[in-house]
């Protein structure tokens, strides 16, 4: 007799199969979840009088003993019980009895794990949430501690036009908040309830399915058993979220990387987030930034694993499912570290803003301003563009800049320009005509600041 799956059985599994099945090793951190959806389920069975409420009582405080051992880290898992539900399943039987096996009754491990992953997704959706929320309080605060600070933008990593270094950093604001209405959107999905779909078809107790959902905060009941224990939609768009913000940080950190480089010079990040070099005493490397960059990677291969794991499955639950947790597991925790260690490196951040005003004197940064500034002079833009073109070639010749050549230089090339021209194309002016919504001027920025504040004090993205 096999002690896991009974009568059918005449031999134990062999080691290897054990090995190759075994999941306890990663879902036993599912327990909290996976007992409450228990507690649940056996306070309905009572209810229902499926079991009697001796019993049900007897399996809950069974269980409620069993989430107090698990919190305090002394429960002994077994690879031989096979995952999570095996487990937790044989600790109670270990403590209340017979009575513990009722438990199963109208469930299967196929509707048990999705419910509790559903369960664990939720709060994660719920902790990422907050997480983002926390980032974006500390760019909010960031920028509005360096609101005045310029420094080149750039196109095709090639400087380009000033740019506020609040506007800089609100364009992460903006990626943040996508990601959570997105997780936000997500959660309705997540937050429905497979429990009752048992095996794959539905169970012919009269179970009540909105009880439980009640209980265990679901806000619909799945609509189909042979769906609901097979769907794993709702973990590839968790992960394809989890992707996204690995996105978005991993393209951050290769500003501030760049930024912190000496050969920019623009930033330094505090030495609790940087690293020194083994040989080279005279380095501080931006390893947190780096090493987030390249954990991105592993968060898009997890989200591939999970569709490549799903896209030859018939229906219904096929035990390649067990597969979807760790690259999961892995896309929530590296998500997760990684948007903490970005809010606490933040404001640990020096900035030079003498590098940043330097960088602005080089590259021609003025050019489009001036070309607009014969725009407004009546002339043809596509015109304008070409000979503002010609005096960049001029400043290159003699390595000087726009802003250093002389009126009566400036109008050798085009007539149309006088004195006022050093005006237009000092970064103050060319910042403060860029005033629309939406746009790099002091006062623009100041109302992106106000409405991200508003946004982060009504608690919504
Ligand atoms: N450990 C399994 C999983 O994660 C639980 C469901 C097992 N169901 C089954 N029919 N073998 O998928």
Redesign the pocket.
């Given at each position: 007799m096999n002690k896991l799956w009974g009568g059918r059985f005449e031999t134990p599994p062999h080691a290897l199969m054990e090995a190759l099945g075994a999941?306890v090793g990663f879902?036993a951190r599912l327990a909290p979840w996976d007992i409450r959806a228990s507690i649940a389920h056996a306070r309905m069975l009572g209810d229902c009088g499926v079991i009697s409420a001796a019993e049900s009582g007897d399996i809950i405080g069974g269980l409620e003993a069993i989430l107090r051992e698990v919190d305090a880290g002394n429960a002994a898992w077994s690879p031989a019980l096979?995952?999570v539900?095996g487990n937790i399943e044989a600790m109670l039987v270990a403590r209340v009895g017979d009575t513990g096996k009722k438990l199963h009754t109208a469930r299967?491990?196929?509707d048990?794990?999705a419910t509790d992953m559903r369960l664990w997704t939720r709060d994660q959706v719920d902790a990422l949430g907050e997480l983002l929320e926390g980032l974006q309080t500390a760019i909010v605060d960031f920028a509005e501690a360096h609101e005045s600070a310029a420094l080149p933008g750039y196109t095709h990593l090639q400087p380009a036009q000033p740019v506020l270094l609040a506007h800089h950093l609100l364009a992460y604001f903006e990626m943040f908040k996508r990601d959570r209405e997105r997780f936000a959107e997500l959660r309705k999905r997540v937050n429905v309830m497979p429990l009752g779909s048992a095996a794959l078809a539905g169970t012919p107790h009269p179970i009540n399915r909105d009880q439980v959902a009640r209980e265990l905060g679901f806000e619909a009941l799945s609509a189909n058993s042979m769906d609901a224990v097979s769907d794993r939609d709702y973990l590839i768009e968790f992960c394809a979220a989890c992707a996204m913000v690995m996105m978005h940080l991993s393209r951050w950190s290769e500003e501030l990387i760049l930024w912190n480089s000496p050969a920019f010079g623009f930033i330094e990040i505090g030495d609790a987030f940087s690293t020194g070099s083994s040989i080279m005493p005279q380095k501080k490397n931006p390893d947190a930034a780096e090493l987030t960059r390249g954990k991105a990677g592993r968060v898009f291969a997890d989200l591939a694993a999970l569709l490549s794991l799903m896209k030859g499955l018939p229906l219904t639950?096929n035990?390649d499912?067990?597969e979807d947790?760790e690259p999961v597991f892995h896309a929530s925790d590296t998500t997760q570290l990684c948007l903490a260690v970005f809010a606490e490196m933040l404001p640990g951040i020096r900035v030079n803003a003498a590098r940043m005003e330097e960088a602005l004197s080089q590259g021609f940064m003025a050019a489009t301003d001036l070309a607009d500034y014969l725009a407004a002079k009546g002339m043809a833009f596509r015109e304008a563009h070409h000979i503002v073109g010609e005096i960049v070639r001029h400043c290159i010749a003699r390595r000087t800049t726009l802003e250093n050549l002389s009126i009566d230089t400036l109008k050798k090339f085009c007539a149309d320009i006088d004195e006022d021209v050093f005006d237009a194309l000092a970064t103050a002016t060319i910042l403060s005509r860029r005033n629309q919504p939406g746009g790099t001027a002091p006062e623009s920025v100041r109302q992106a600041l106000l409405a991200a504040r508003d946004m982060l004090r009504a608690k919504r993205p």
């Open positions: 999941s879902d096979e995952d539900h299967s491990r196929n048990q794990i639950y035990r499912l067990q947790k």
